[in-house]
Structures are given as structure tokens and as C-alpha cells.
């Protein structure tokens, strides 16, 4: 068996489709796609040191692992590294390979500590273990079945309230920028993210190929933003919620119910089946909102860190 580790290429096609394959068949709740995998390896920041390794067993892609800096951070020297083999090349090796590679990276890159998310299982939290990484929060991963789905019905909305979509910013996405960079800075987690620059927010948010502008829903309260809920898509049935808030001083209101029920709603009519979040464990309100749409719990991952050096 002859087991290597090599870079992601972005010219090449059939590396794109093999991370899709390998990443879709470790973690089946992801919602991917072969073009998110080559704009994100091609528009990373810089500060980012963004690097995605494939471990190739016998010419054939076995494992992915995708790490960087969160340059985001206010605090300095955070790096991920979240290696992922497929089931069936699984205790040979791939991982641990992929995890060197990582971690060798993100040293040079000058990285003090590493978070990975790890299932909550026996052999996941084993092989963390074995490789110096302990366990931290956790979080909650949860599916809806769209189609029998019993979401709550539209009614009339209370005054100075209108729903909206994210494609109806298209002259301006400023507003949603600002609400986005509320909501993630009070997001509960144990790496802290400070959305400060526009220009990137744009490359990795509003030009991510997975949003659906189309069906990510905006509540306004007075022309204000006030709360979003934002699609993420697949291409082709699935749908993942990749982030839901409502700003400081429209909470406790229910809005954020109601922008991801629009959300989820306008989904269901355009023909997507299955809808994916995930939530911190510490993350109450949220994860009430998804119990309320009839989103149950399909796998816990527990986020465990190495301090390197």
C-alpha cells in the first residue's frame, strides 16, 4: 500500500470532485459542492494560510483535511485542522498523515493552538485523543425532512415588519453586512470571530456559491435590518442554515423565527428536501427555534484542541 499526502489542486477537476465525495461520505450532513471546493481554495485571504491536503492511497483519494488560520480571531495563533477519511480506507494511516501535515503548516504559519470538530464517538474521540487533542464544546447537528415538514403558517405580520430576501440587496449588501457582523460577534463558541473587512465578507459570504440569495430571508422592523437566515445550497436537494441572528436590539421578538421559517418555507417550493444546521450545545434560544420548526438531532460533534509548540 503506498500512502501519500499532497496538496488540493485547483486546475484539476477530479480533485474537486474527490474532496466532495471523501468530505459528503465522512460527514453526510455537509452541504457541498465540487465549485464551492475551488472558489474557496482560490479566494482565500492570505492571513488565512488556507491549505487543503488530499491523502492519496494508491492513486486513490482516501482522506481531506482543510486547515487555516482564522484571521478573523481577535485572538492570534488559532488555526483548524479537520481531517476526514473516507469510511472505507479508514485504519490505515490517512488520518494521522493528514493531521502532520496540518499541524506542520499551521506551525510554520506561526499557529500556538489547533481546534478540530470531532463526532462524538468511540473511534473519532479515540484518534483524538491518541494525537494530543482534548475535548471542548460541543455542538449539536440537526436535520428537518422538508417534505414532512410541519412548518408554521404565514400570518400577518406586526407593524413595521416585512420580509425580504437577500437578493434584494443586490445594489447594497451593506446593511447585511453590519447585521452579520452583530450577530457573529455574540455567536456562542470557543474561537471568538470579529467581521471587520467588507471586501472579504463579500468573497466569502455574499459570493459563496452555496448562498441562495433567493432563499435566504431578511426581517425588517421600521427599513432596519433586523434579523436574516441564511441558505446555503447544494445544487441539488439539500439545504443548510448557515447562520440564523437577530441584532442586539431586536431580540426576544421572535424575528428570527420568522426569518428562518420564510426561509425554510420558500425552500420546501423550490423543491430542496432535506434541511441541515448546526448549533453550539450552549446555544438555547437557537436550538429551541430549530426543536419548534421540527428539526431533530442527527449527531453531536465535540470541538477538541492541541496546543502546538
Known amino acids: 500500500m503506498a500512502l501519500i499526502v499532497r496538496d488540493f489542486r485547483t486546475d484539476d477537476p477530479e480533485d474537486a470532485a474527490a474532496?466532495?465525495?471523501?468530505?459528503?461520505?465522512?460527514?453526510?450532513?455537509?452541504?457541498?459542492?465540487?465549485?464551492?471546493?475551488?472558489?474557496?481554495?482560490?479566494?482565500?485571504?492570505?492571513?488565512?494560510?488556507?491549505?487543503?491536503?488530499?491523502?492519496?492511497?494508491?492513486?486513490?483519494?482516501?482522506?481531506?483535511?482543510?486547515?487555516?488560520?482564522?484571521?478573523?480571531?481577535?485572538?492570534?495563533?488559532?488555526?483548524?485542522?479537520?481531517?476526514?477519511?473516507?469510511?472505507?480506507?479508514?485504519?490505515?494511516?490517512?488520518?494521522?498523515?493528514?493531521?502532520?501535515a496540518a499541524e506542520d503548516h499551521l506551525a510554520a504559519a506561526g499557529a500556538s493552538a489547533v481546534f478540530s470538530w470531532v463526532l462524538d464517538e468511540p473511534a473519532p474521540r479515540a484518534f483524538a485523543a491518541r494525537h494530543g487533542y482534548r475535548p471542548g464544546r460541543s455542538a449539536r447537528?440537526?436535520?428537518?425532512?422538508?417534505?414532512?415538514?410541519?412548518?408554521?403558517?404565514?400570518?400577518?405580520?406586526?407593524?413595521?415588519?416585512?420580509?425580504?430576501?437577500?437578493?434584494?440587496?443586490?445594489?447594497?449588501?451593506?446593511?447585511?453586512?453590519?447585521a452579520d457582523a452583530e450577530v457573529t460577534a455574540d455567536?456562542?463558541?470557543?474561537?471568538?470571530?470579529?467581521?471587520?473587512?467588507?471586501?472579504?465578507?463579500?468573497?466569502?459570504?455574499?459570493?459563496?456559491?452555496?448562498?441562495?440569495?433567493d432563499l435566504t430571508s431578511v426581517v425588517e422592523v421600521d427599513g432596519q435590518v433586523a434579523a436574516f437566515s441564511l441558505a446555503h445550497t447544494d445544487g441539488g436537494s439539500r439545504y443548510w442554515s448557515g447562520m440564523t441572528g437577530t441584532r442586539r436590539a431586536y431580540r426576544g421578538r421572535g424575528l428570527a423565527r420568522l426569518a428562518k421559517t420564510d426561509s425554510l418555507r420558500r425552500a420546501r417550493?423550490?423543491?430542496?428536501?432535506?434541511?441541515?444546521?448546526?448549533?453550539?450545545?450552549?446555544?438555547?434560544?437557537?436550538?429551541?427555534?430549530?426543536?419548534?420548526?421540527?428539526?431533530?438531532?442527527?449527531?453531536?460533534?465535540?470541538?477538541h484542541v492541541k496546543a502546538l509548540g
Open 187 to 213: 455567536e456562542p463558541g470557543d474561537v471568538a470571530a470579529e467581521l471587520a473587512d467588507f471586501d472579504d465578507w463579500l468573497r466569502h459570504t455574499w459570493h459563496d456559491p452555496r448562498l441562495d440569495r
Open 141 to 178: 447537528l440537526q436535520h428537518l425532512d422538508l417534505t414532512a415538514a410541519r412548518l408554521p403558517e404565514p400570518g400577518p405580520l406586526p407593524a413595521g415588519v416585512r420580509l425580504r430576501t437577500f437578493a434584494g440587496y443586490a445594489g447594497d449588501p451593506r446593511p447585511l453586512f453590519a
Open 19 to 100: 474532496v466532495v465525495r471523501v468530505r459528503l461520505a465522512a460527514v453526510p450532513h455537509l452541504v457541498l459542492s465540487e465549485e464551492y471546493v475551488r472558489y474557496r481554495a482560490t479566494t482565500a485571504h492570505p492571513a488565512e494560510c488556507f491549505r487543503i491536503f488530499l491523502a492519496e492511497e494508491d492513486g486513490t483519494v482516501a482522506g481531506v483535511c482543510e486547515t487555516l488560520l482564522f484571521h478573523d480571531s481577535p485572538v492570534p495563533g488559532q488555526g483548524s485542522a479537520n481531517p476526514q477519511v473516507h469510511p472505507g480506507h479508514r485504519g490505515r494511516g490517512a488520518g494521522a498523515l493528514l493531521l502532520r
Open 269 to 303: 417550493a423550490a423543491g430542496f428536501t432535506d434541511a441541515h444546521t448546526g448549533n453550539d450545545a450552549e446555544n438555547a434560544p437557537m436550538l429551541a427555534v430549530n426543536r419548534r420548526l421540527g428539526y431533530r438531532v442527527s449527531a453531536t460533534e465535540l470541538r
